[in-house]
């Protein structure tokens, strides 16, 4: 559990470690580097976004606005790519509201770091990994 006063950098940096391994796979297999074609599985989109969901609520981060800015910057970071480009693609992913992929996503990933039980939490492990396959 990471600590009550953590700032943003901080907070960043850790949200980073805890969720960079779960890429690993995929850029061994891409010497390094995150394919671009990876920005349009809205499942890992969506995974992503839930694990960092958690992990900022943990920390007891209030402010919207930092909240925000730190996911974006995460995602953009993980998937190397730039913030602004992050943060258009999951607006419009927001707005879209009929995105099932996206929507699941979250959830799973926000089950990954608090489900009520071990079993939940194997569950989505085992999606995410069979979600990216095709990128290993």
Request: proline fraction near 4%; hydrophobic fraction near 40%.
């Amino acid at each position: 559990m990471m600590p009550k006063t953590m700032d943003s950098a901080t907070l960043q940096a850790s949200c980073i470690a805890q969720i960079s391994p779960l890429l690993e796979g995929v850029r061994q297999a891409h010497e390094g580097k995150i394919p671009q074609e990876l920005l349009n599985n809205h499942y890992l989109l969506g995974y992503l976004w839930g694990m960092l969901s958690v992990s900022i609520s943990r920390a007891h981060m209030e402010d919207e606005a930092s909240r925000g800015r730190i996911m974006i910057n995460v995602t953009a970071q993980l998937l190397q790519q730039e913030p602004q480009m992050i943060a258009v693609k999951l607006a419009n992913l927001h707005q879209a509201d009929d995105d099932l992929d996206y929507f699941e996503g979250i959830s799973d990933g926000s089950d990954r770091l608090s489900a009520p039980h071990e079993g939940r939490r194997e569950e989505v492990i085992y999606r995410l990994i069979h979600r990216l396959e095709p990128y290993c």
